[in-house]
């Protein structure tokens, strides 16, 4: 019988190895991607809207993971610059789109006051996050971890309480993109297959960004940082600021994935600045895997459609936290480190593949 299962194992892996060797090769794998990617778009109504929110919540952890699990960082706070995103792209809608129309004329202006909204948005962002970031990154471990909590919640603190009218407190801000007439036609921006290449388009560039970051000299030193400050330092690192530029990267990523999602969700909500919105990137990148580029996009994936998968029946989702909560434990004690590194496991015992656990997440 043993001799049976070596056998069958033997076949297994020579046939992955001959897959892998013959058939799968990297590009025709990035085209397959591409060619399901693009029918997406043509999925039920619903779905497109809940892939892209995948998309957008994907972009949020890794814009989070680019600080936590390159630069060791844990921060409970990124809520505020999601927000900062949502609201930045909101107001400039609000407030300068009639502005914007009158100089560009109203045919081509929702696009127009869109581009320059997130641009703005952005900015609001970096703006933000340079002090927060200064006085965050002078602190580490648990402290590091309260203070942007702290910055999380006195910015959702500052949404409720709308000063000057600006943020329209409880209720959000409301956020419509407009029709551009194309040939005669009204395209709706916010049309879900629309919206959906538009973020998809934004998402892929940002996570290519994201990707060679981490993968130059500076994501060297990040991840020299993460696994010991002491000795970075002693090298003559400035691990204070490159913590602080880290961070600010990190908010930038973020702060263009709550832009993106102001537009799908039609507002600017005040639980974008939440600590409970700040924890969604804590909880896929943990399911996904820190160390892993991909563990974030992955864990985003299974966070959203489990939770979807769980609303569909009423008596679960009734108690959806217990059942997260069962999944987080099983992570945690199981796949310590994430989905994606209990995959490449499993691919090890298949086909001999070796498994790096480097932070680019790169396999040989």
């Known amino acids: ?45 619903f779905q497109v809207y809940l892939f892209t929110e995948f998309l957008i919540i994907a972009l949020f952890a890794l814009g989070f993971n680019l600080l936590y699990g390159y630069t060791g960082l844990l921060s409970f706070g990124h809520g505020l610059f999601f927000a900062g995103g949502s609201y930045g792209v909101a107001i400039v809608l609000r407030d300068l789109g009639p502005v914007i129309a009158d100089v560009v004329g109203s045919g081509i202006a929702p696009v127009v006051t869109f581009a320059l909204a997130m641009v703005i948005a952005v900015m609001i962002v970096v703006v933000v996050a340079i002090p927060v970031g200064w006085l965050s990154v002078r602190l580490e ?15 959702f603190s500052f949404i409720l309480q709308n000063p000057g009218g600006i943020t329209n407190g409880t209720d959000g801000i409301l956020v419509l993109l407009g029709s551009v007439e194309i040939g005669g036609m009204d395209v709706r921006l916010g049309d879900r297959q629309l919206y959906y290449f538009l973020t998809l388009g934004i998402v892929a560039s940002a996570t290519y960004t994201i990707w060679r970051i981490v993968n130059s000299p500076f994501g060297a030193v990040c991840k020299a940082i993460r696994e010991s400050p002491d000795r970075a330092a002693a090298l003559g690192i400035d691990v204070t600021h490159h913590r602080w530029m880290t961070f600010i990267l990190s908010a930038l990523f973020v702060g263009i994935a709550g832009a993106l999602m102001a537009g799908l969700a039609s507002v600017a909500s005040p639980y974008h600045a939440h600590w409970t919105n700040s924890a969604t990137a804590v909880v896929a990148t943990v399911i996904g895997g820190a160390t892993f580029f991909a563990g974030p996009i992955v864990g985003a994936f299974i966070y959203l459609y489990v939770r979807w998968g769980i609303s569909r029946f009423p008596a679960l989702e009734a108690h959806w936290e217990l059942f997260f909560g069962a999944l987080l434990i099983a992570v945690v004690l199981y796949f310590k480190i994430g989905a994606v590194g209990g995959l490449l496991l499993l691919r090890e015992r298949l086909f001999g593949a070796e498994t790096s656990t480097d932070g680019g997440g790169e396999t040989e």
């Open 1 to 45: 019988m043993s001799g049976d299962e070596d056998g069958t194992r033997t076949g297994l892996a020579a046939f992955g190895s001959a897959a892998v060797t013959d058939g799968w090769t990297r590009e025709r794998i990035s085209l397959l991607v591409a060619i399901g990617l693009v029918a997406m778009a043509f999925a039920p109504s």
């Open 141 to 155: 471990e648990i402290y590091f971890a309260l203070i942007t909590l702290a910055f999380g919640m006195l910015g």
